[in-house]
């Protein structure tokens, strides 16, 4: 009987003969897919094995079987277009983030969150990774 523990989630058991347990498999595919540097799967492995299937962002269990879902695991440059330093967040909160750096998209965060609360104004920054030719 091969009950060897998964290398991803350290959690689940390996697929017998295998490295990964499934739903690893289908995050270790994806990454290789996407080919994302050793150092960045490192790091998303690290993270998956203290945290679990977490968002980065906001710790929310992540869904990992339907790809529909604005809550599916999807991967996060930290730095934008960085591929040093991924992160696992969900598909929405990666859509609000794409050009932003992490302190820049938790600055708008609380300024969306005053504006809402006590109708602050909301401050303008630069931004330093925007690129977005809107016509």
């Not at 697929?15 to 050793?38: E, I, N, T, W």
Request: glycine share 6%.
């Amino acid at each position: 009987m091969d009950n060897r523990v998964c290398a991803g989630c350290a959690q689940a058991a390996a697929l017998k003969g295998r490295k990964y347990c499934a739903r690893c498999a289908r995050l270790s595919f994806r990454m290789k897919r996407a080919r994302f540097p050793r150092e960045a799967i490192n790091g998303v492995w690290d993270y998956v094995r203290k945290y679990g299937f977490v968002c980065y962002y906001t710790g929310m269990l992540l869904e990992l079987d339907d790809l529909k879902s604005p809550w599916y695991l999807v991967f996060d440059h930290w730095i934008p277009r960085d591929p040093r330093k991924i992160v696992i967040t969900s598909g929405v909160l990666n859509i609000m983030k794409s050009d932003l750096t992490e302190e820049e998209f938790w600055y708008f965060i609380r300024q969306l969150a005053n504006f809402r609360r006590h109708g602050s104004v909301v401050r303008k920054r630069k931004l330093a990774y925007w690129c977005r030719p809107y016509r």
